[in-house]
């Protein structure tokens, strides 16, 4: 028991271990479900489809990827390290030849295993900025604080984020370590000209092993170049301090100029001049920061030398370097534009996003309830959140009056960026975690020593050995302040985080619907004409001038951009619009997109916008994916992205009831329905929101709800089995009662399919003469495909689709999507079709027709006469 090295390092085992477990076993059953391993929707799975198109193709790697954002395609920005880490580990252990079950299992387990592994980083940062203790303690916490950092770290949740965390918490680990050891050490630039190893040889080695982690965290985040900018912030700070103090500059810069080199072989290795200077890709930016910085820590270095030989006034250093960044700042913006709109973006990561950007979850300002997720407390006013704040101010004030230490500095830098990061996008909490862990731990430890449980913890340490001096210990020297203080610990950092770590976990990382995308993908991949293009191939960038050149036979798949990451793993197919924002549309022009068509007001201008989003003389959609989610819970928010939308800054506009507005919700005054509260001349009230004629006049609802009823140029070709559990799912009867109840519908008051694919199609012309005047319907009824797999026993439903007309000059004509007579070989291979021929109605003459697939597909046309 007296061997502390052995007890710590047990200990941070068993944290890893316990970290482990949270993060793989207790997920397990909901990620490994009924033969299909579970991804997090979005880039979780994109990740998989780099990881398996890399394994086919090593060493090669889609850096643009066709099969998304038709007919465009899209060069990605994700790094290189995550695909290539999950690729090579699935190849060691498939003996070269990997499974698509086994590169699955790998890729699933992962973000878990990463996220386990922070516990090491966390405990030597917190040891080596403060002592042993914060680190053990900081190590408990990050292992079990819920929310963001949590979420994205168990099995199943295979984005980068993960990595992220771990390779920038490793920089900063090694970094921290690298200048406590010039601490004292007196390295000078001439122990570099003289070739004095021994004094170099450790500050040195742990350098180039901080660069290797920047340099690895770039390549798992291009984006990441932000953190070479919070380091830098800290060495030109701490050149300032310490020659200001008259002391040497020369240690820091040793380290500071091994690191940033370092880090730079490994970025020029993806390095591309087409990139420019760009963030999201590997650019020269990326240059710039690694070997560019390390040439200005050399200059500032060399710049304080000087200063101090000629024993000029140690203000002129500052002032030299405040010079030296605004003649930069001047030159750049005139001569180098390119670097001064990258140094403005690194500024723009800290602004709350506006518009239809504020509707993406990860993106938005955090609200109580998000923090209150992510850093609990028994309460509010002791949550981690707040704790860590205080924290940040007690560091800051022992570092102003007590005594200034480089490596607590360079850590309350790091936090307070990523606090003030969090204030505009929540997305970065999970960044923030290690951050909170490690602060509130010197909170937690500082408040122990405040008792004096580290001097009673010193005399346990020497004088007990027995059970006899343990009794001893505890009725003379423990006192009851100090129980009370732990008591208090563990209350406030220990019991909100792992009750709510271990109770979230187990539900994983999967999304709402996802299986049922799974299985209506999986249906589209083998029952809709091939794209002309091969899934397994990666293909060439195109030149800037120019667009990627596709087959005829290549065709879209319209779908709300969540979902463009899925259709392209799970279908084979190529989304218009993706997870990275791309294919939205909308805006001030309302230009085609998702967002534009989805909101369309009719057929006639969703058809347009397909249209105008096509090329070689096609639309730009064969087929519309929807789900019960875009029906019933978001269609606010693509109308949001068009600028037709309810939100601004993140909240309901309600008008003043009863008024319907320029949108798709009405509000009343009532007691039933979405109830909302609004002061109304200083008096509350209760608004009710209620779906408008514009919500249900929307292509969205048009497909979605109403099943293409009266539409002539989409059918419904196959959808998947209901889930009134899921979010999205559970209002549909409410949203039909409505439409009824307001509008003169008939829709059956059930649950249908999640996920519904439509295909667009030309449709068959029936025309013919009917009575000058007369209103003529064609009508047939509507049989659903069943769902019957491992997971579901679904069976079909029937609707009816009916279409009317009015005859003019002795003539009707009507224009059908679906086809009675079955599908053709090539085309596509519906199983939601009609029971039998249509009916068509005038007066009291009913007459049938079958209409064949290649008249719906040829837009063909069938006389029907209703007279003579």
């Known amino acids: 028991f007296k061997n502390r090295f052995s007890i710590y390092t047990a200990f941070v085992l068993f944290i890893f271990a316990l970290s482990l477990y949270i993060r793989t076993v207790l997920p397990y059953d909901a990620v490994f479900r009924g033969g299909i391993v579970g991804f997090a929707a979005d880039d979780a799975v994109l990740h998989m489809r780099l990881v398996e198109n890399l394994i086919d193709n090593f060493p090669h790697k889609i850096w643009f990827e066709a099969f998304t954002l038709y007919p465009n395609g899209q060069v990605f920005h994700f790094g290189p390290l995550w695909t290539y880490m999950i690729a090579i580990t699935s190849l060691i252990l498939g003996a070269g030849s990997p499974s698509l079950e086994l590169t699955r299992t790998i890729g699933a387990y992962f973000p878990g295993i990463f996220g386990a592994l922070v516990v090491f980083p966390v405990y030597f940062i917190g040891k080596a900025a403060f002592d042993r203790r914060v680190g053990l303690l900081s190590a408990f916490l990050i292992a079990v604080m819920p929310g963001q950092f949590l979420s994205r770290s168990v099995i199943g949740f295979t984005d980068h984020h993960v990595g992220e965390v771990f390779f920038s918490t490793l920089f900063l680990m090694f970094f921290i370590m690298a200048i406590r050891s010039v601490k004292g050490n007196d390295i000078s630039l001439a122990d570099v000209l003289n070739k004095n190893w021994n004094k170099l040889k450790l500050p040195g080695l742990i350098s180039i092993f901080a660069g290797i982690a920047f340099g690895l965290f770039l390549l798992q985040w291009s984006s990441g170049v932000f953190f070479g900018g919070i380091v830098a912030i800290f060495i030109i700070l701490q050149y300032i301090v310490d020659h200001m103090h008259g002391r040497s500059v020369e240690g820091l810069c040793f380290v500071s100029i091994i690191t940033f080199l370092a880090a730079f072989p490994l970025v020029l290795i993806f390095f591309d001049p087409r990139n420019s200077f760009t963030t999201y890709q590997y650019s020269y930016l990326h240059i710039l920061i690694t070997a560019g910085s390390a040439i200005f820590f050399l200059l500032l270095g060399i710049l304080s030398i000087k200063m101090h030989e000629k024993k000029m006034p140690d203000f002129y ?63 509010e006013l002791v949550s981690t959140y707040n704790l860590a704040l205080l924290a940040m101010i007690v560091i800051a004030a022992l570092l102003i009056i007590r005594k200034w230490e480089p490596e607590k500095a360079l850590f309350l830098i790091w936090s307070g960026t990523m606090f003030l990061l969090t204030t505009g996008q929540n997305r970065w909490f999970y960044y923030y975690a290690v951050n909170v862990a490690i602060l509130v731990s010197f909170l937690g430890i500082s408040l122990l020593d405040i008792s004096g449980i580290k001097h009673t913890l010193q005399k346990f340490w020497n004088q007990v050995s027995t059970p006899e001096d343990l009794k001893n210990f505890i009725l003379s020297d423990l006192k009851a302040h100090q129980i009370i203080t732990v008591i208090l610990v563990i209350l406030i950092l220990f019991i909100p985080n792992f009750a709510i770590a271990s109770r979230t976990t187990q539900g994983g990382p999967i999304g709402y619907g996802y ?62 619009a993706n997870p990275f924002q791309a294919g939205i549309g909308g805006g001030p022009d309302h230009a085609p997109g998702a967002s534009s068509y989805f909101t369309a007001q009719s057929e006639e201008d969703g058809n347009r916008i397909l249209q105008e989003l096509g090329i070689n003389d096609k639309p730009g959609a ?27 800054g993140g909240q309901l506009n309600y008008g003043n009831p009863p008024t319907e507005l320029d949108s798709y919700l009405m509000y009343i005054e009532s007691v039933q329905g979405l109830n909302y509260q609004q002061l109304v001349n200083n008096e509350v009230i209760t608004i009710t929101a209620l779906p408008s004629r514009s919500y249900y006049n929307s292509m969205e609802a048009r497909l979605h709800i109403l099943d293409t009823n009266g539409l002539s140029h ?148 069938i006389t029907v006469n209703l007279m003579g």
């Open 317 to 379: 250093y500052p002032v030299s370097i405040a010079s030296i960044y605004v003649i930069g700042l001047v030159i750049s913006k005139l001569f180098i534009p390119q670097i001064y709109s990258s140094f403005q973006s690194f500024f723009s990561i800290f602004k709350s996003q506006t518009g239809g950007a504020l509707t993406i979850a990860e993106a938005s300002p955090p609200t109580q309830w998000m923090i209150s997720g992510s850093f609990p407390g028994i309460f």
């Open 515 to 576: 299986y049922e995308w799974y299985e209506s993908l999986n249906w589209m991949r083998y029952n809709t004409p091939e794209t002309g293009l091969d899934f397994d191939t990666v293909y060439d960038r195109p030149p800037a001038d120019e667009t990627f050149q596709y087959p005829d036979t290549a065709y879209g798949v319209m779908s709300w951009w969540d979902y463009g990451h899925v259709i392209t793993y799970f279908g084979h197919r190529i989304p218009n």
């Open 622 to 648: 064969k087929y519309i994916v929807s789900n019960a989610y875009m029906a019933y819970a978001i269609l606010d928010v693509m109308a949001t992205w068009n600028n037709a939308g309810l939100r601004e």
């Open 714 to 861: 989409y059918r419904l070709v196959h959808e998947s089995a209901p889930a009134p559990d899921t979010k999205g799912g559970y209002p549909e009867p409410y949203y039909k009662y409505r439409y009824n109840t307001l509008y003169g519908g008939n829709l059956p008051l059930e649950f249908t399919g999640y996920v519904k694919i439509f295909e667009y199609v030309n449709g068959a012309t029936i025309t013919g003469t009917a009575p000058e005047g007369a209103t003529v319907t064609i009508s047939n009824n509507i049989k659903t495909n069943d769902v019957v797999t491992d997971m579901f026993n679904s069976k079909g439903r029937v609707f009816t689709y009916t279409q009317t007309t009015t005859a003019v000059n002795g003539t009707y004509s009507l224009i059908v999507p679906y086809s009675t007579l079955g599908p053709i070989p090539g085309e596509t291979n519906f199983d939601t079709r009609p029971t039998g021929p249509y009916s068509i109605t005038t007066g009291n003459v009913t007459k049938t027709v079958d209409v064949a697939e290649q008249h719906v597909l040829n837009g063909g046309t």
